[in-house]
């Protein structure tokens, strides 16, 4: 998984995620999250697969996020992500931007 800029000009710090959120990546990333500076915007665009690894990532950066009174956005989320997010009834605890657009396609799973 690599990190990159997010294509849409966006509130600093910002961070694009592309790849996995697995449990593979899950010491790099929660450094990512939680590092210096910490995003306030999360481009999850590029995500083409989500574990329990990953969503526990997610929530632990909204909860130090909640807890240092700042925010944290999650901005594009992709299908997979979308798709965990709104099983798991997710959705408005990451807010309005967590929701699949309307008419988007379940992802694919795979069996």
Do not use: C, Y
């Amino acid at each position: 998984m690599a990190t990159r800029q997010p294509k849409k000009a966006a509130p600093t710090p910002a961070l694009a995620l592309d790849g996995e959120l697995t449990i593979f990546r899950a010491a790099e990333l929660k450094q990512a999250l939680l590092g210096s500076p910490r995003p306030e915007l999360l481009d999850l665009s590029g995500v083409t697969e989500i574990d329990t690894a990953g969503l526990q990532l997610l929530l632990l950066a909204r909860q130090e996020a909640l807890q240092q009174q700042r925010p944290l956005r999650l901005q594009a989320p992709s299908a997979v992500v979308a798709d965990v997010l709104t099983l798991l009834n997710l959705t408005s605890h990451f807010g309005d931007e967590a929701l699949p657009p309307p008419g988007r396609a379940p992802a694919r799973r795979k069996h």
